[in-house]
Nanobody, 123 residues
Framework: QVQLVESGGGQVQPGGSLRLSCAAS????????MGWFRQAPEKEREFVAS????????FYADSIKGRFTISRDNGKNTVFLQMNSLKPEDTADYYC????????????????WGQGTQVTVSS
């Protein structure tokens, strides 16, 4: 079972940037597609971005396209989410997870969820 630990969250002003990291245990990381999701208070968890095991294919939610970039370093068992031009509506708890199913965007096809890292965008 893969264990995931997110880090890098915090409070930032609108227009600012943050880089989230998700460190994975286990030697199988390099073959696992990964994803980032977020959940704002009183809202459902929503897809943010996902990446194939090779890192060559990525998917993004329309709401963050052009502002966020997902990447991975298989040598360090880590997946990243670079978040630029942050907006107040990006405020949420951010989670990384492993894609076990067929979809790159449906939360139901992901598992081994991390504990999350909080991102707050406010002035």
């Amino acid at each position: 079972q893969v264990q995931l630990v997110e880090s890098g969250g915090g409070q930032v002003q609108p227009g600012g940037s943050l880089r989230l990291s998700c460190a994975a245990s286990g030697r199988t990381f390099r073959i696992l597609p990964m994803g980032w999701f977020r959940q704002a208070p009183e809202k459902e968890r929503e897809f943010v971005a996902s990446i194939a095991s090779s890192g060559m294919t990525t998917f993004y939610a329309d709401s963050i396209k052009g502002r966020f970039t997902i990447s991975r370093d298989n040598g360090k068992n880590t997946v990243f989410l670079q978040m630029n031009s942050l907006k107040p509506e990006d405020t949420a708890d951010y989670y990384c997870a492993v894609k076990y199913g067929t979809s790159y965007i449906k939360a139901a096809d992901f598992g081994s969820w991390g504990q999350g890292t909080q991102v707050t965008v406010s002035s």
